[in-house]
């Protein structure tokens, strides 16, 4: 045992002169640790890359690494940005190694620059190795014509595609009023939104564990039949669904699907609500059903959601319990990649506008409005959408 002491401790000593190598590195004189890297076929050049406000801190066997900045990317390609996505990567195997930031509504044609900010919390083990301590680079770019590039490791051309479509639901609806009523259509529209956004019923939606719901409130567990609530332009059916109940602890529903469009179908995504008993709708997400990647045109198949949730009331003392639960088609993927979202006329005649979340868009142009006013939303569109005719902007 004696003889192993002096290995032991060169061993120690060489750990811990790593460690301060490590940490010598993280100076702020120090160059290289975040590299800005464009994958093959993606065309975006960085024209700059500020991180000066981000910091690397030592603690214990991990580094902790405040990554705030931007990057401004210049297109080099053809038609407009819409979207990009960046993977952000410290550490592939480390919880908190890993992050993704997504930015849409963007508008930068050939040869002009748009920004990305980064605000991240990350972590990676030490001792660090050589080369940059975090890695970023575009996982996807999505244009106007909805094509992508991008190597798409994280899914992201289906995300952004989603997000682009529901905006673009959206953005026609507002033109719409600012045609039919100029400003004060358009003032009256965002107002109407700003007001169903702070009347929205909320809930605090928990994961729940797998496995049976028997941890839940004193009750027996309950089958709950689902109403589904159906688009005439939807490509799948839901035709039958029952869920597991017990208080306010539900499983996944298992729901019975049927293709009635003429193409393959990629991914199915099924957003649910919760009624309680005063019937109030409660929106409770969305989440892919597992099966469904190949199911071919008027196939069916009965399938699940992944995981369960547990509906908490959002104000302490509020006493709740699920007394139903309906269903509907956020989102259909096609094989051909494309996607279906259902219209803002649907949502509207199925009541659903008033329950579903609001699209990421609708809240930034409602925003515009509150802090800007209804110009600055029009220009917006105009740079959107460009139809918005000048004598109607004037109104």
């Known amino acids: 045992m004696r003889r192993m002491f002096p290995s032991r401790l060169f061993l120690a000593l060489a750990a811990c002169l790593l460690s301060v190598a490590a940490i010598a590195q993280l100076g702020p004189e120090a160059d290289g640790r975040i590299a800005v890297e464009i994958p093959d076929g993606v065309p975006l050049s960085v024209a700059a890359a500020e991180f000066g406000n981000s910091d690397f801190e030592a603690r214990g066997g991990a580094m902790v690494i405040e990554l705030s900045g931007l990057i401004r990317f210049r297109h080099e390609g053809g038609g407009a940005v819409r979207a990009v996505t960046l993977a952000v ?58 094509a992508a590039a991008g190597p798409d490791r994280l899914d992201s051309v289906r995300k952004m595609r989603v997000r682009e479509m529901e905006a673009r639901r959206d953005r026609s609806y507002f033109l719409a009023q600012w045609r039919a009523g100029g400003r004060s259509g358009l003032a009256s529209a965002m107002q109407a939104s700003l007001r169903r956004q702070a009347a929205r019923p909320r809930l605090d939606v928990r994961p729940g564990t797998t496995g049976p719901a028997v941890a839940a409130p004193a009750g027996s567990p309950r089958e709950v039949r689902f109403a589904f609530l159906q688009d005439g332009s939807v ?98 993927q096609m094989e051909d990649a494309s996607v279906w979202v259902p219209s803002r006329d649907a949502l509207q005649a199925s009541r659903l506008l008033d329950a579903v979340p609001v699209s990421a868009e609708e809240q930034r142009l409602s925003q515009m409005y509150r802090h800007r006013g209804p110009a600055a939303v029009v220009d917006e569109l105009r740079k959107l959408v460009g139809d918005v005719p000048q004598a109607a902007a004037r109104r």
């Open 89 to 146: 990567r410290a550490h592939e195997q480390m919880m908190g190694g890993r992050a993704a930031v997504s930015v849409p509504s963007l508008h930068a044609p050939r040869g002009e620059e748009f920004q990305v900010r980064l605000n991240l919390r990350m972590l990676r083990p030490l001792p660090a190795p050589p080369g940059p301590l975090v890695r970023i680079s575009p996982d996807a770019v999505l244009f106007a014509s909805l």
């Open 235 to 332: 490509p799948v059916i839901l035709e039958r669904g029952t869920a597991m109940v017990r208080g306010t602890v539900s499983d996944a529903p298992r729901i019975l699907l049927r293709n009635r469009s003429g193409r393959g179908i990629r991914r199915i995504d099924v957003g649910w609500l919760v009624h309680d008993s005063a019937g109030r709708a409660y929106s409770v997400g969305s989440a892919p059903m597992e099966d469904a990647p190949g199911l071919g045109t008027g196939e069916s198949l009965e399938t699940s959601a992944s995981g369960r949730f547990d509906i908490r009331a959002a104000q302490a003392g509020e006493n709740l319990e699920i007394a139903g639960m309906s269903a509907y088609v956020r989102s259909v």
